[in-house]
Structure formats: structure tokens, C-alpha cells
């Protein structure tokens, strides 16, 4: 699976939009990105993933550009809820194949 | 139901004692997992069951023992452990499908004494 580079931390305003960036260079073309969140002391929680297309659900919007080589998790309007450690990860669509979790982006939203 | 339930929540033990983690998941998914994670690391593979058979072992100790009773069950046997094996244990279960997505469990926080 491709390795993935985050940025270790950042900060965001309580209300404003948080962007969360991945780059993932060596990305094949069945390869999918996946992005989960841990907040402290909980198990990970799914957020959304995609290949190619942008897309959004009720929780976030993934960007992906056209080369493929790096993405974007937006948070629309970020909550002190938010803050958690975003995982990033690159996966090729298989069967029952574990997810491996690169260090991540420790994001803190702030008051 | 995306629910992933793992008993006990917390657990102490000795290095001599046997104990075991439970993880169940009633949303049909035929793919469960155990990860392990240790404090401010990601978290790291340790077991994959596929249609309750055991189809990837991370080179995991002798002492740390899978078992997966029936689709909805896994179990975690625990036995002579060492301090260094105190970490986060990390339940997740998916569909199997190609695009799989894995729903975790909120884990076990384990004290070895």
C-alpha cells in the first residue's frame, strides 16, 4: 500500500473550515483513501473515502486531485468535538485487508 | 447499527494470570480484526479473521491467542504477559468487500503488572 505524509499537527477556529492535507505520491490506480479520526482514548472512527471523484457525506468533504498524488479532508465547520488525531490512509480495494495507520494530523480546534 | 462492542473496558492483570478481551459486532460483517495500539502511536495490526478463519497473523507472540467462535464473536486469550504489552486493544469488524470500510470497537485499556 502507498505510504501517506501528514503534517504532525494543526490548529483550527471553533466555526471555521478545516483542511486537513495527505499526500500520498506513489499511489497506484487501485488504490483507495480512506480517512479515520481518534479521539482520545476511543477506537477510530470512519469518516469517508474515495478514488478518484470528489466526495462528501454528512460528516466531511474529500478532495482528491486529478493526479491523484495528494487529497484534502475538509471539515466544514469545525466544533471543539472535532479535535482528534486524523488518519489518512491509502488502501487497495481487497478483501479483508487491515488499514495501516501512518503517525497522522493531530488537529486542535480552538475557542 | 455501525456498533462494535469490546468488554471489558479497562483491565489489570498480572504477568502470570490468563484473561481475555471479547469483541462482538451484530451488523453481519464476516471480517473482524485486533489491533494494538500503544500510547501516542498509531494504532497496528495483530490478527485478521475471514469468514472465521484466521487469514493474517502479524507475527504475534505465542502469548497473545485469537479465537473467533462464530461470525459475530472474537476473542482475544491473554496469557503471561509482559508490562510492555500494556496498550489500547482495538477491536474492528468489516464487510469483506472490496472497498471495505472498518468500524472500530472503543477498545480495552490494559494494565500489565
Known amino acids: 500500500d502507498a505510504k501517506t505524509t501528514q503534517p504532525p499537527s494543526m490548529d483550527c477556529a471553533e466555526g471555521r473550515a478545516a483542511n486537513l492535507p495527505c499526500n500520498h505520491s506513489?499511489?497506484?490506480?487501485?488504490?483507495?483513501v480512506y480517512w479515520y479520526r481518534q479521539i482520545h482514548s476511543q477506537g477510530p472512527q470512519y469518516i469517508i473515502h474515495g478514488l478518484k471523484n470528489n466526495e462528501t457525506n454528512e460528516m466531511a468533504s474529500l478532495i482528491i486531485t486529478e493526479d491523484r498524488k495528494s487529497s484534502t479532508l475538509i471539515l466544514p465547520h469545525a466544533t471543539l468535538r472535532d479535535t482528534a488525531v486524523y488518519y489518512c490512509?491509502?488502501?487497495?480495494?481487497?478483501?479483508?485487508?487491515?488499514?495501516?495507520f501512518g503517525p497522522g494530523t493531530r488537529l486542535s480546534v480552538l475557542p | 447499527d455501525t456498533e462494535v462492542t469490546q468488554t471489558p473496558k479497562h483491565l489489570v492483570m498480572g504477568m502470570t494470570n490468563k484473561k481475555s478481551l471479547k469483541c462482538e459486532q451484530h451488523m453481519g460483517h464476516r471480517a473482524m480484526y485486533w489491533y494494538k495500539q500503544k500510547a501516542k502511536k498509531p494504532p497496528e495490526l495483530m490478527f485478521v479473521y475471514s469468514y472465521e478463519k484466521l487469514s493474517i497473523n502479524e507475527s504475534v507472540p505465542s502469548r497473545f491467542s485469537p479465537e473467533c467462535p462464530n461470525s459475530s464473536l472474537l476473542n482475544l486469550h491473554l496469557h503471561a504477559l509482559q508490562p510492555e504489552d500494556s496498550a489500547l486493544y482495538l477491536c474492528?469488524?468489516?464487510?469483506?468487500?472490496?472497498?471495505?470500510?472498518?468500524?472500530f470497537g472503543p477498545g480495552t485499556r490494559l494494565t500489565v503488572l
Open positions: 474492528a469488524s468489516s464487510q469483506f468487500r472490496v472497498t471495505d470500510t472498518q468500524y
Open positions: 490512509i491509502v488502501r487497495k480495494g481487497s478483501y479483508g485487508q487491515n488499514f495501516v
Open positions: 506513489t499511489i497506484s490506480g487501485n488504490e483507495y
